[in-house]
């Protein structure tokens, strides 16, 4: 049995991180020699690096200093950055964590911030650590899933993999969290069909078509030359791929950055901004994709690679899933699961499917997933711009599921 | 290697194979009951043609349309980036260059 750090919200982590987050790149400095300092594998940075406001970077910074695998929160403020330093903190305060608020240019500049800054980990850490333990259902887990560095094995092995333990996870009162619209192109209607009512369908169709019209703007799909060298051709190919780590349970929901589902089942993550292309790419890379995974509740991340990507990341532990038996070996030390076997014949997809499984549990109670061991704790936030999701996007709400 | 097939077929509505072990050229393929000499090495994860493909046809993998052929193929021919292309958004390769206008 899981035992999770229970908060104020009744929300249950599995992790119990401090973190301390910069407000501005200018602070981004000072939070890092701070957390260097600290040497914790429970001391993470986060941060957004802008100037200029923006609503999505202030509501995932608070989804995250807020998530149930945070126990306690240090921010480190330049003092002219447009971000609301006291609304955040008010906010986590709020949420009955310990918070302590730096601002360099109240303190003194960036020796005597790191100091104090130091002092100040020390002090939320130490009250971090009264928090309650309690058991925690395989129910009350939400467990998300990226694909990064994808090739022609990734949706063979691994992907169909992870859409094995999902299954399993979604069958078990779970919630299981998948994303990336732009590398679902082609997929959406096979997708539509495993909606939970024909509206969520329509929302779903709507959305794969927003992410392929904002990626013609940009110019490129979601697709790296890796992938090309991996053996993936197209867009679409790398989608249908990609698509199989979604398993085959029925469809509950479509979920924007920030927004915890309500209940649990499968959800789709819409990662592509509203309205017209204003601040370019989606996402830059795979970790801003983990991060708005994290802001909807992700307690770990089942992150798939044939390539070989190594991240990991800050507040939730991240999982590699190998799919390429060559890279398995050549990068043995930076995974988890060797799921490249499939394709010598020496596993089977559900067999891996179970490892997957285990390993989840495993981790959740505790267990350091490899590429937390070797310190990979990623973060990255930029400018994006959402609506919120529409009546038809989340039918288990409007039908009074879990309150 | 072991004598366990290179290839393998993902769904039975599809026109390519998967590479699973890595070919090389002259290495006889089995295809459609017999067999054809590589034409070239093939590196795990690329796909290679189950039948004859010419322009404009669809290439099937997982069963459902992956992009369109833009030239002539073999069975047993490497189907990537010089003979197919996507029905959605081109792909790029490195030295695409950064700026996409």
């Not at chain 1, 002092?119 to 939320?124: E, G, H, L, P, Q």
């Not at chain 1, 532990?317 to 930076?334: H, S």
Request: charged content about 20%; some cysteine; glycine content about 12%.
């Amino acid at each position: 049995m899981i035992s999770g750090y229970l908060r104020k919200d009744g929300r249950k982590g599995i992790r119990n991180v401090t973190i301390v987050a910069y407000l501005v790149e200018c602070a981004h400095h000072v939070a890092r020699r701070i957390v260097d300092k600290a040497d914790s594998p429970d001391v993470h940075l986060i941060g957004f690096p802008g100037c200029y406001p923006n609503a999505y970077a202030n509501r995932v910074m608070e989804a995250i200093a807020t998530h149930p695998n945070v126990g306690g929160v240090v921010l480190v403020s330049l003092g002219c950055e447009s971000f609301d330093r006291n609304a955040l903190a008010e906010t986590v305060r709020a949420s009955g964590r310990p918070v302590e608020l730096l601002v360099i240019q109240e303190v003194g500049g960036t020796a005597a911030t790191i100091a104090n800054g130091l002092a100040a980990v020390d002090r939320v850490r130490a009250a971090a650590t009264d928090v309650p333990r309690a058991e925690m259902a395989l129910s009350e887990l939400v467990i998300a899933t990226i694909c990064g560095g994808s090739d022609g094995t990734s949706g063979i092995t691994a992907n169909p993999a992870v859409g094995r333990a999902f299954d399993r996870f979604v069958s078990a009162g779970a919630t299981c969290i998948f994303e990336e619209t732009g590398e679902l192109v082609g997929c959406e209607t096979i997708m539509a069909d495993r909606a939970i009512t024909p509206e969520l369908g329509a929302e779903i169709e709507a959305c794969v078509r927003k992410a392929e019209r904002y990626y013609t703007v940009m110019g490129f799909g979601s697709f790296a030359p890796g992938n090309a060298e991996g053996g993936l051709t197209t867009q679409e190919e790398k989608s249908m791929g990609a698509y199989s780590k979604s398993g085959s349970s029925p469809i509950s929901g479509i979920i924007k950055p920030g927004d915890v589902p309500p209940a649990g089942g499968l959800y789709l993550l819409d990662v592509v901004p509203d309205g017209e292309p204003r601040f370019g790419f989606p996402n830059i890379s795979d970790n801003a994709e983990i991060v708005e995974l994290i802001a909807c509740g992700a307690h770990l991340t089942l992150f798939t690679t044939g390539r070989g990507s190594v991240v990991g990341s800050a507040v939730s532990p991240v999982i590699k899933i190998c799919a390429n038996p060559e890279t398995a070996r050549r990068m043995a030390a930076d995974m988890d699961i060797d799921a490249g076997r499939i394709l010598e014949d020496k596993a089977t997809l559900g067999q891996v499917g179970d490892e997957i499984f285990d390993r989840v549990v495993a981790v959740a109670s505790g267990e350091r997933s490899v590429s937390e061991e070797l310190g990979h704790h990623e973060f990255i936030l930029t400018y994006k711009a959402f609506e919120p999701i529409g009546p038809a996007c989340l039918p288990v709400r409007n039908t009074g599921a879990r309150a | 290697m072991t004598g366990r097939s290179r290839l393998i077929l993902l769904h039975e509505d599809d026109n390519v194979f998967v590479v699973v072990s890595p070919i090389e050229a002259g290495d006889a393929l089995m295809i459609g009951g017999g067999t054809v000499p590589a034409r070239e090495g093939i590196t795990v994860g690329h796909k290679i043609a189950r039948r004859a493909l010419g322009p404009g046809d669809k290439v099937i993998k997982y069963g459902a349309p992956i992009g369109s052929m833009t030239a002539d193929a073999e069975p047993g021919d490497w189907i990537h980036m010089h003979n197919m292309k996507s029905d959605y958004i081109a792909a790029h390769s490195r030295g695409a260059g950064g700026d996409a206008l």
